[in-house]
């Protein structure tokens, strides 16, 4: 009997989790767990299979599936087995044991792992084997790179064509894929997770013009490749190790730098890459924030700036790589070269800081990297004075950097060095653009005239889902954002809830915000973001304009298509978001049911009038949003350079800017 869990089947069908849970929940007949646990049941795949046929849903038939679909027959360990066995022959995938334990299940996978490298690519199938090979094992602080901050640390070591690199902590193989993909010509490996070593030389073996060595182990206490130097070191170490082995290692040669303490471990990695360099060549480290300012590793950090091995410090914004809440850094050190003298300064970056790059819901991944690599270029290359940007970059001085603490926190020394002239530039514009504001809130307040006062009106309310039921709305779910990464370069529009609650078009792509379905919004939508911005205030809804048309919803916005023979979109916004549904809705998650929502029935006319007061009130919302965050910039700008020595207060006789 074949098994698949619900995320299975929601592939099989081409649906999302949230369709399978409904499934589940709306049909007695749906079949029943056969295994697994209350939170990651397994269904039996025949009987799956004839419910989504009885049903007319359509099976897909995605090579990717029928891989995926295959390995769920067997246990994780017969397809670690499979994955020893499998070797890339000419253009195709064959088992190269034939003492294989399952031999006939191998070479199934290896037809089916040959057509989903064809269809959907090497990285598609084999992190589905080692999905399922994985299944059950322990691997805490394992993190895959994704390949936008794999190619960015690439360009960072300066990989060039025929160069020898080396990752001894390499994972599923991103971060030497992708050296692969710069123009390295021999790369090696080293994890001590026996499925993460099969899946990167699979990985490995799908890029034949690169000769790949990867080896199972402990980098640090059983160095596969002593002795052996490279290029490039590329490195994501595993997070929150809590015995690497600091007491067997305390006379190790490496440490050239200080004794690791037993609490950093990530230090530890610093010096275990700069040790596998020739000399003058890179390591870039994807490193937690932490190992820049703990103080256990206030003397190896100071001995790293003092000898000029330390080279930049770049802080990334939280997102770009797991653990996602976290703004990880990465660190660039060189190997030293004799006879050339000690750098005395240090690169800083505030990635964060980088103007229309970074927003609250995306990364422009190709502006992103470009701006980072060519700040650290300039910097390498001695050019100083480009390589600052004021509120980004920062080249510091390696006296400055050695005090008490050490700390290597970039944020720290970009604002210490913030120009005053630019400062004070952004600051006259931002005051600009706040009197601006002001002004058309002025205006627009003005405009809200031509009320009257009534004893009460006696409405008979309809509720929302009563309104789907006989077809004067369509209520289009809120879904949550997809689990697969979008193709890269996807730049269709997304509109998000924040998108929603300030009035704007849509600010992210399908590639930074892939929805769990494509659903088209159209002008007259009614948009209802899932969760209220402010406890205390209304929650936010509002007509989708022809600004709109086009973009793809975005993940936890309920859309609700009306029909405007029978419905004003503008009247159902404003009595949904009113103070009698924020009451009937409120709950401590402060997430609601849009089905229990009700409106008056009122006439079209009548409708329309009020329609129209709602949507002055929500664009006198939105300026006042818009006019609050202006002052909110302005007030950060000004305390930044106060604070950071940038500017200084002006005379209060004076009246007027400088």
Not at 631 to 645: D, K, R, S
């Amino acid at each position: 009997m074949s098994e698949v869990s619900a995320s299975e089947i929601s592939r099989l069908a081409g649906v999302t989790r949230a369709t399978v849970s409904n499934w589940r929940r709306r049909y007695d007949d749906f079949p029943g767990a056969v295994a697994g646990t209350d939170t990651r049941p397994l269904f039996d795949l025949r009987q799956v299979q004839e419910w989504l046929s009885e049903h007319g849903i359509q099976v897909s038939e995605s090579p990717a599936t029928d891989l995926r679909t295959l390995l769920r027959s067997r246990e994780p360990g017969t397809v670690t087995e499979v994955m020893r066995a499998i070797r890339r022959i000419d253009d195709g995938w064959q088992v190269s044991d034939p003492d294989t334990t399952d031999a006939e299940f191998a070479a199934q996978v290896a037809k089916a792992v040959t057509r989903t490298v064809e269809t959907d690519g090497a990285r598609v199938a084999f992190d589905t084997l080692a999905e399922r090979a994985m299944d059950g094992v322990a691997a805490t602080g394992v993190y895959t790179t994704p390949p936008e901050v794999a190619a960015l640390m690439v360009a960072l070591s300066a990989n060039r064509s025929g160069a020898r690199v080396l990752d001894p902590a390499c994972g599923s193989g991103s971060l030497l894929l992708a050296a692969a993909e710069g123009g390295a010509a021999e790369v090696s490996g080293q994890d001590l997770v026996p499925v993460q070593v099969e899946r990167a030389r699979l990985l490995l073996a799908s890029e034949p013009a690169v000769a790949a060595e990867i080896r199972q182990g402990d980098s640090l206490l059983a160095d596969a490749f002593e002795g052996r130097r490279y290029d490039a070191v590329l490195c994501n170490p595993p997070y929150g190790q809590r015995d690497w082995g600091s007491g067997e290692l305390a006379l190790d040669s490496r440490w050239d730098y200080g004794l690791p303490p037993r609490g950093e471990p990530e230090l530890a990695w610093v010096q275990h890459t700069i040790a596998h360099l020739n000399p003058g060549a890179d390591a870039v480290l994807l490193l937690p924030p932490a190992v820049a300012s703990r103080a256990g590793g206030r003397k190896i950090r100071a001995n790293l700036a003092r000898t000029g091995a330390l080279r930049a410090v770049i802080g990334l914004p939280p997102g770009v790589a797991q653990p996602w809440h976290v703004g990880l850094q990465i660190w660039i050190v060189r190997r030293s070269e004799h006879g050339v003298a000690v750098p005395d300064a240090l690169l800083f970056v505030d990635a964060t800081a980088l103007p229309d790059v970074v927003r609250e819901e995306r990364i422009d991944w190709d502006r992103f990297g470009d701006n980072i690599v060519r700040l650290w270029r300039e910097f390498d290359d001695g050019d100083v004075e480009r390589a600052e940007v004021s509120g980004v970059a920062a080249v510091i001085r390696a006296v400055d950097v050695l005090d008490d603490e050490v700390d290597l926190t970039p944020a720290r020394y970009v604002r210490s060095s913030l120009d005053g002239g630019a400062i004070s530039g952004q600051l006259t514009a931002a005051l600009d653009t706040l009197g601006a504001a002001a002004s058309e809130l002025t205006t627009m307040a003005a405009g809200i005239t031509g009320w009257s006062e009534t004893a009460g009106v006696p409405w008979r309310f309809v509720a929302v889902a009563d309104l789907a039921s006989h077809g004067q709305l369509e209520w289009i779910r809120a879904l949550p954002p997809s689990a697969d990464r979008a193709a890269a370069g996807d730049t269709r529009p997304v509109l998000t809830a924040p998108d929603v609650a300030t009035g704007a078009s849509a600010s992210a792509t399908v590639e930074s915000a892939r929805p769990s379905e494509e659903v088209e919004v159209r002008s007259g939508d009614v948009l209802i973001p899932t969760v209220r911005s402010d406890r205390g205030s209304a929650r936010t809804a509002r007509v989708a304009g022809p600004q709109d048309a086009g973009a793809l919803l975005g993940p936890h916005i309920h859309l609700l298509r009306v029909d405007s023979a029978q419905l004003d979109p503008w009247f159902v916004a404003g009595f949904l978001t009113g103070s009698e549904n924020i009451s009937a809705t409120r709950t401590s998650t402060v997430r609601f049911d849009p089905s229990r929502l009700r409106i008056p029935v009122v006439a079209l006319a009548e409708q329309r009038r009020y329609g129209a007061v709602f949507r002055q009130l929500f664009l006198l919302r939105t300026t006042a949003g818009a006019a609050f965050a202006t002052a909110e910039h302005v007030t950060e700008l000004m305390t930044t350079g106060l604070t950071a020595g940038a500017l200084a207060p002006g005379d209060p006789n004076l009246a007027g800017r400088p």
